[in-house]
């Protein structure tokens, strides 16, 4: 390691942070060439003190305090029978056969590293680096699950395992994205993504440790109220009766919500975050597949008007119950497909991850929104006038449908379709760069995590956005980011704001859908709305 | 002594089969994990792979024909099995010193190959074919091996040099790291310089690989030499019990896991594959998945821990 910490250090008895972050260290943000430090300056927050044992200048866990070395001792032997869980059939069925395999056949050459937009934009800060958390598991692997030794050790190398190494390893598997760009670099197959995922569920399903974003307020929440927005069934149909009002209002046409209906064509399920947070997205749902004459309903059942399975991030068991609830909701309807509206991590729970869950008449045909959505455009069912997308559109591609899904096309065809002005980031499709919001980051927002999301994980994604509007960063003249997600979404919107990108050069994000309705000739001009939201 | 080297030299050969067989076993049994796919997948379409683009594209998806395009796959497999592509393309300084490393090392199993054939027919033929076939057997057999010896040696250095003085590798290199590397410098050479030294005479690759189908104890080979064939003979026992067999696990992470896109309608057997599954027991500790003690994967998933909290 160059400068940053060693492995060693994982287990130190310190209160300091393994590291501190400051801009010197960031990767530059350049505009025409020319670094600009724009939002940058804002330093990182001081860590928040509840946690012995910092890895960096956040802090997403709420960890427990041991106060004696025997409570320590007794959260370490957790640490370590679910380390031998994560190993055995029984209990890791699921992705125990990648595991091992990354675990077993890493070559420890560092390709992977350049893949990683969190590794690049700390300035290579190493705790950041794809291989290092994995390497801490790999040598945990080998001394406590495959019996260790002096050879194994010689072999694998060791690290010391005491409960600051457990803490840190806990919150160093939330500085990952999951996009497994690392994984599609690596030449043998190896995947440092699925390593994060896989200490996530080690510490939620042994240890009972995960984001309260994402387990208490996320798939719990869910399970008991029906959506991780706490919104019950009766809320939710008030909730989109008052967008349908208002956008019926808004485009002057009539919009109408069906709501379980038996046997429809579609049942569309919504990310129900957007309801809350960017009704004009469902609302445009509504606008376009009435207008198109399609059959489609929205469940009110538990679970079924919200797309969102934040266990696909951290937990197996609480992704497996969301997904059966997602099948369920649609068997009782008996509607001939589920559609998954604007997540990415949607997508890729229900029509992927939970394929292998859902049999029987669980298995019910499930498709995304995207090619529903480019067929209604190729048919000629709406009338769309481009013009009136006549301003620069770039798409962000989620990492879930594109390079975990390969769902890369529909878009950009809709989207060649109604913008003169649409251009592609660099790099783009499948190996397109995380948004910094992915595996849930998005939704978290505790401590300075929002201030590292910006600063750290959303970096990348910013210059790419701020690449491929080089041309136009005047603002006088409006632009458009296209992120067909929620949480990239949530993200970019989060990324313009703390670095003043909308301020400054007038550069707005929304949904696909919202472009489409946009440019619909029957719709009242100016659906988009070039003002800050 | 040279009944020794024979003995070595069958053993590490059984040994490197029977330890690859068995860790490709291990992988194989492992049960059927979740889908994980990476794209591009090479068997799709070819108009979508050349965008990275899956069967999700289409509408309907699962009324469609399943495609597998083999073609496809062996476009991508063959120049990543011999060249090394993903490499080449992601990591270019590393893919400088491992391509020729690899590359030789096939070189020289691919002379190997020759000299076992040669070998069968001086003893089951009573020598080797004249003419055209047998001189083109020979250059074969002794261009593939000087190259692949050369090539794999400067690899190995090379590798060896990197891991030694790249400082983002250093703390991720075991002492079991440098001597994998070490191994490989010691015995390529040791074979190479055993065979250059040799004394005018003495059995040269094509007399000892048919002393050794032959089991002819009488033949002298040099100490130098020999010694290079032992080292060779327990680096080749070595490596499939090491995470040097990546040729191995390399298969798995390809077909298994990132081209593995099969839904489940596609392939009845994984329906009874995962109703097993459901009938395991976990045993994780959490509050919210010990909802029902001593339960299955089943009751784990059909249970719902907000309830309790409604």
Redesign the interface.
């Known amino acids: 390691?160059?400068d940053g910490p060693?492995?060693s250090d994982m287990s130190r008895r310190s209160s300091e942070p393994l590291l501190r972050l400051d801009d010197t260290q960031l990767s530059p943000l350049l505009i025409d060439g020319a670094t600009a430090r724009r939002g940058a300056a804002k330093p990182l927050l001081p860590q928040a003190q509840a946690n012995q044992y910092p890895l960096d200048d956040s802090r997403v866990l709420a960890l427990p305090t041991p106060q004696t070395p025997e409570e320590e001792e007794i959260l370490v032997r957790?640490f370590l029978?679910?380390l031998e869980?994560l190993f055995s059939?029984?209990?890791n069925?699921?992705?125990?056969?990648?595991l091992?395999?990354?675990m077993?056949?890493?070559?420890?050459?560092?390709?992977c590293?350049?893949?990683c937009h969190i590794f690049e934009a700390s300035g290579g800060a190493e705790i950041y680096?794809p291989?290092y958390r994995s390497?801490i598991l790999r040598r945990l692997y080998f001394e406590h699950v495959k019996g260790g030794g002096l050879l194994s050790r010689?072999?694998?190398?060791s690290v010391d395992l005491n409960w600051p190494m457990v803490a840190r390893l806990a919150e160093l598997a939330y500085r990952c994205n999951l996009c497994?760009r690392c994984?599609?670099?690596?030449?043998?197959?190896?995947?440092n993504g699925?390593v994060a995922h896989e200490i996530r569920k080690l510490f939620?399903?042994?240890?009972?440790i995960a984001p309260k974003e994402l387990?208490a307020s996320g798939s719990?929440?869910?399970?008991?109220?029906g959506s991780s927005t706490g919104m019950p069934p009766a809320v939710v149909k008030d909730n989109v009766q008052f967008i349908d009002e208002e956008m019926a209002e808004k485009a002057g046409l009539p919009v109408e919500t069906p709501w379980d209906v038996e046997g429809a064509d579609i049942l569309l399920v919504h990310n129900a975050g957007e309801i809350l947070a960017w009704p004009e997205n469902p609302g445009a749902f509504g606008i376009i597949l009435n207008q198109a004459g399609v059959s489609w309903t929205m469940s009110s059942d538990l679970a079924g008007y919200d797309s969102v399975n934040y266990g696909l991030w951290y937990?197996d068991?609480?992704f497996?119950?969301v997904a059966?609830r997602h099948a369920e909701a649609a068997r009782k309807l008996k509607v001939k497909?589920i559609v998954i509206g604007e997540c990415g991590h949607a997508h890729k729970s229900l029509?992927?991850?939970?394929?292998?869950?859902?049999?029987?008449d669980l298995?019910i045909?499930r498709?995304?929104f995207l090619?529903?959505l480019?067929?209604i455009v190729a048919s000629g069912r709406l009338e769309l006038d481009p013009s009136r997308n006549a301003f620069p559109v770039t798409l962000h591609d989620p990492c879930n449908m594109?390079?975990?899904?390969?769902?890369?096309?529909?878009q950009r065809e809709i989207l060649r379709a109604i913008c003169p002005q649409f251009r592609e980031m660099h790099p783009h499709?499948?190996d397109n760069y995380c948004c910094g919001g992915g595996s849930g980051f998005a939704i978290m927002s505790g401590n300075t995590f929002p201030d590292w999301r910006s600063q750290i994980s959303g970096r990348k994604k910013l210059q790419q956005i701020l690449d491929v509007f080089s041309d136009c960063l005047d603002p006088a003249q409006p632009k458009y980011v296209c992120a067909p997600c929620s949480n990239c979404k949530g993200q970019i919107r989060d990324l313009l704001a703390y670095h003043d990108v909308w301020k400054a050069n007038r550069i707005q994000y929304g949904g696909l859908v919202e472009l489409v309705v946009n440019a619909m000739a029957d719709v009242k001009p100016g659906f988009i709305e070039w003002e800050w939201h | 002594m040279t009944t020794l080297l024979y003995l070595s030299i069958c053993a590490a050969g059984i040994t490197f089969v029977a330890a690859s067989a068995a860790r490709a076993v291990r992988y194989a049994r492992s049960p059927l994990h979740l889908r994980w796919e990476l794209y591009p997948v090479p068997h799709e379409e070819p108009q979508r792979v050349a965008h990275g683009g899956s069967y999700f594209e289409g509408s309907e998806w699962w009324t469609a024909p399943r495609h597998f395009n083999l073609a496809g796959e062996l476009r991508v497999m063959i120049p990543e099995m011999l060249f090394l592509e993903a490499l080449r393309k992601s990591n270019r300084a590393l893919w400088y010193r491992s391509f020729p490393f690899h590359f030789g090392l096939y070189l020289l199993a691919g002379s190997a190959g020759l000299l076992l054939l040669a070998a069968f027919a001086v003893v089951l033929g009573g020598g080797l074919p004249g003419g055209p076939f047998g001189s083109v057997l020979r250059w074969l057999a002794a261009t593939t091996g000087i190259v692949g010896l050369v090539l794999s040696f400067c690899g190995a250095c090379a590798l060896l040099q990197r891991r030694l003085s790249e400082p983002s590798l250093r703390s991720y290199t075991t002492v079991g790291d440098i001597f994998n590397l070490a191994f490989f410098v010691a015995v390529l050479g040791l074979i190479g310089v055993g065979y250059a030294v040799r004394p005018d005479g003495s059995p040269g690759a094509l007399v000892i690989a048919t002393g050794l189908l032959s089991w002819d104890s009488t033949l002298h080979v040099p100490g130098a030499l020999a010694a290079g064939l032992f080292a060779g003979a327990a680096l080749t026992a070595y490596i499939p019990l090491t995470h040097m067999s990546h040729f191995v696990g390399k298969y798995f992470t390809y077909h298994a896991v990132r081209w593995d896109d099969t839904p489940l309608a596609a392939d009845p057997r994984m329906t009874a594959k995962l109703a097993e599954y459901l009938t395991y027991r976990p045993t994780w500790s959490a509050a919210h998945i010990r909802t029902n003690e001593s339960g299955t994967w089943a009751d784990v998933v059909s249970s719902n821990p907000g309830e309790a909290h409604r």
């Open positions: 390691m160059k060693g492995f957790s029978s679910g869980k059939r029984e209990n069925w699921t992705f125990l056969q990648p091992l395999l990354t077993e056949h890493c070559a420890r050459c560092q390709t590293s350049d893949a680096r291989t390497e010689w072999q694998h190398g497994r994984a599609q670099a690596c030449p043998i197959g190896v995947d699925l939620s399903q042994e240890m009972g387990h719990m929440l869910q399970l008991k109220a937990d068991a609480q497996a119950r059966v497909k029509l992927v991850i939970a394929d292998r869950l859902l049999t029987g298995n045909p498709e995304s090619t529903v480019r067929d594109v390079r975990l899904m390969g769902i890369v096309e529909p499709g499948v």
